[in-house]
């Protein structure tokens, strides 16, 4: 069964700085998809990022990065000029590419902004 | 931009009791899916619909749970008689498409379910 795991319960960052969150999963598939998605207060899921296990090259949004490591299972967000808006929870997430598969979902990293 | 919506956002409800929680997903999408977070805690997969039927379900997704896509806008989830542990929120979410480029789920705002 695929896991994720995000062991940074909570992680804190000064506005305007950079702020890296991790993420680490297990699966024996080759190709699938992960994902980080961000929860303000308000509980709404929001997509920020996507990666597909097959490009090699790191997805970027604007302010928002990954650090996508393969052969480590290993899926970091890096979050550029932080700002008070970022302060959400932050949840990682993991589908294989099968049409119409579920989400697993990390426990979650809350993330402060401190102004 | 389209989205997905959810109603009603907030539904309270006395143990033993049935409830139906609402969700219009985005017009062309294909699959649907129900996730639920109880508070603290994270995200978990209930169910997904495709073509009028389920095609995954999860070990949580037991009897006590149904889904239906009674007309072409909504898609619901039916909890025959609520227990406590079931108090949480919940979200819906629509694909076009599981594979290629149109794999995202997007997600609804949720229901918060209050079962006292």
């Known amino acids: 069964a695929q896991t994720v795991t995000q062991s940074q319960p909570e992680m804190s960052v000064q506005e305007a700085e950079t702020v890296t969150l991790s993420c680490t999963y297990d699966?024996?598939?080759?190709?699938?998809?992960l994902f980080w998605y961000k929860q303000p207060p308000s509980r709404q899921m929001i997509l920020v990022i996507r990666?597909?296990?097959?490009?090699?090259q790191n997805a970027t949004e604007n302010r928002f990065s990954v650090n996508f490591q393969k052969a480590a299972k290993s899926f970091s967000l890096k979050i550029s000029d932080s700002q008070l808006g970022d302060a959400a929870m932050y949840f990682c997430?993991?589908?294989?590419?099968?049409?119409?598969?579920?989400?697993?979902f990390g426990e979650g990293t809350q993330l402060t902004v401190n102004p | 931009e389209p989205e997905v919506t959810q109603t009603p956002s907030h539904q309270v409800t006395q143990m033993g009791q049935e409830v139906i929680l609402r969700c219009v997903p985005i017009?062309?999408?294909?699959?649907f899916y129900w996730y639920r977070q109880i508070l603290g805690q994270k995200v978990e997969f209930l169910v997904s619909?495709?073509?009028?039927?389920?095609?995954?379900k999860s070990e949580i997704f037991d009897d006590q749970f149904s889904v239906e896509r009674p007309d072409g806008s909504n898609f619901t989830l039916k909890i025959r008689s609520t227990k406590l542990e079931d108090s949480a929120m919940y979200f819906c979410?629509?694909?076009?498409?599981?594979?290629?480029?149109?794999?995202?789920?997007?997600f609804g705002p949720g229901t918060r379910l209050t079962v006292t």
């Open positions: 619909f495709y073509n009028n039927e389920i095609s995954e």
């Open positions: 979410a629509s694909s076009y498409s599981g594979t290629g480029l149109a794999y995202e789920q997007y």
């Open positions: 699966t024996s598939e080759s190709d699938y998809y």
């Open positions: 017009s062309n999408h294909l699959y």
């Open positions: 997430a993991y589908r294989i590419k099968t049409s119409g598969s579920r989400l697993t």
């Open positions: 990666q597909e296990a097959y490009k090699q």
